[in-house]
Nanobody, 123 residues
């Protein structure tokens, strides 16, 4: 499956952005989807994950209540709605697809990765 992330940009603290990740080349609904991010000088970290049907989601503690992951299997797209953004959210955000069953927090469980989209939150 090929993944194309979009929607990043520059936003002020407290603002919102919605990231999208369009999938092609395979059956999108067969994959658990996740969003990861990597800030300058830091390791890539899990942000949010969603099961194949969208019935199960999980988030890193730092984004709970601010970010929402969702998917549209008819449109082969996964979204990350980000609100109340903070400067610490500044990072390159990656979408990823896993053939697993549950939305894992481990990057090694995701076999396919998009190219990343940059989110910059100014203070």
């Amino acid at each position: 499956v090929q993944l194309q992330a979009s929607g990043g940009g520059l936003v002020q603290a407290g603002g919102s952005l919605r990231l999208s990740c369009a999938a092609s080349g395979s059956t999108f609904s067969s994959y658990v989807m996740g969003w990861f991010r990597q800030a300058p000088g830091k390791e890539r970290e899990f942000v949010a994950g969603i099961s194949r049907t969208g019935g199960t989601t999980n988030y890193v503690d730092s984004v709970k209540g601010r970010f929402t992951i969702s998917r549209d299997n008819a449109e082969n797209t996964v979204y990350l709605q980000m609100s109340s953004l903070k400067p610490d959210d500044t990072a390159v955000y990656y979408c990823a697809a896993s053939p697993g069953i549950r939305p894992s927090i481990g990057a090694r469980d995701y076999a396919y990765w998009g190219q990343g989209t940059l989110v910059t939150v100014s203070s």
